[in-house]
């Protein structure tokens, strides 16, 4: 079965401006080195109702593996599960293992100094309270475990959203159980070419890629000051050494034909 993926992002924070979403950017680069590759991505509130409209949307898109990040700490707007749980009709309940999570990581926290007390409130303890049937991932440098919850066919991992404890979870925890999902092999490259107009280059990249089936290929925007256009050639396939060549071999051609093609950008003009 072919994995499609959806990112849910959820934050109030995140659609007021208040904090940049760098989490889903940095998954996408993870899941794309595994050779997956995302279908969608959403950012909404914290809002129960609204979360599970969002869990059950990309279901019914098609999503058999969905990742969400944040809300899963102690504070009142931290509802990401009980959204998810919603999206299912299944009650919430203290998780043995989360529990034991949550217990070891304040009682560590306290006995460092960090903060003043390692007793299980209720509000730390709501960190235990996962969707009947889900399991926790452990969570080694911050409070709150992941969770993964296998039901209709689909998985649904909830990170963090605190950017450490998401990368810790995600390199400590997922990633074996996310290789054994793995369908080949993944590479790309950037190239740079000294180039003035984009748009004469989309004859030579429709060119390229009738030539060379297989191969994805994308402007990238360039940074500030930057003249010159940046390509993004990515391929997959179920060998590392054909994929490897035939993004090497696009490469190859694009270069040349824009040599061939197209006039170079005068190196005293600064655009």
């Known amino acids: 079965m072919n994995t499609q993926i959806g990112i849910l992002v959820i934050g109030n924070?995140?659609?007021?401006?208040?904090?940049?979403?760098?989490?889903?950017?940095?998954?996408?680069?993870?899941?794309?080195?595994?050779?997956?590759?995302?279908?969608?991505?959403?950012?909404?509130?914290d809002d129960t109702k609204v979360i599970s409209k969002a869990v059950r949307r990309m279901l019914s898109a098609g999503a058999n593996l969905i990742f969400t990040t944040g809300g899963l700490g102690p504070t009142h707007d931290d509802k990401?599960?009980?959204?998810?749980?919603?999206?299912?009709?299944?009650?919430?309940?203290?998780?043995?293992?989360?529990?034991?999570?949550?217990?070891?990581q304040y009682t560590d926290m306290h006995q460092r100094g960090m903060i003043e007390t390692g007793e299980i409130t209720e509000p730390r303890r709501k960190m235990a309270v996962l969707p009947k049937g889900a399991q926790p991932l452990d969570n080694r440098v911050g409070g709150a475990p992941g969770v993964v919850l296998d039901i209709e066919g689909a998985q649904i991992i909830s990170l963090p959203g605190v950017p450490g404890e998401l990368m810790w979870i995600f390199d400590n925890q997922l990633l074996t159980l996310l290789k054994g999902r793995v369908e080949?092999?993944?590479?790309?490259?950037?190239?740079?070419?000294?180039?003035?107009?984009?748009?004469?280059?989309?004859?030579?990249?429709?060119?390229?890629?009738?030539?060379?089936?297989?191969?994805?290929?994308?402007?990238?925007?360039?940074?500030?000051?930057?003249s010159g256009i940046r390509l993004w050639v990515s391929s997959s396939g179920k060998s590392k050494t054909?994929?490897?060549?035939?993004?090497?071999?696009?490469?190859?051609?694009?270069?040349?034909?824009?040599?061939?093609?197209?006039?170079?950008?005068?190196?005293?003009?600064?655009?």
């Open 242 to 271: 054909e994929v490897e060549e035939r993004v090497q071999r696009v490469t190859n051609l694009l270069v040349k034909r824009s040599e061939e093609k197209l006039p170079k950008i005068d190196p005293s003009i600064d655009n």
């Open 80 to 104: 990401t599960l009980a959204g998810v749980a919603m999206a299912f009709e299944l009650p919430v309940e203290v998780n043995d293992k989360a529990l034991k999570i949550v217990t070891r």
């Open 13 to 45: 924070e995140i659609l007021d401006g208040i904090v940049l979403d760098t989490n889903s950017q940095w998954l996408i680069n993870q899941l794309k080195a595994l050779n997956f590759q995302v279908s969608e991505k959403m950012t909404v509130r």
């Open 184 to 226: 080949g092999v993944f590479t790309e490259d950037v190239i740079y070419l000294p180039l003035r107009d984009e748009s004469t280059l989309a004859p030579i990249i429709d060119e390229v890629m009738q030539n060379v089936p297989g191969v994805y290929i994308k402007s990238m925007v360039k940074p500030y000051g930057e």
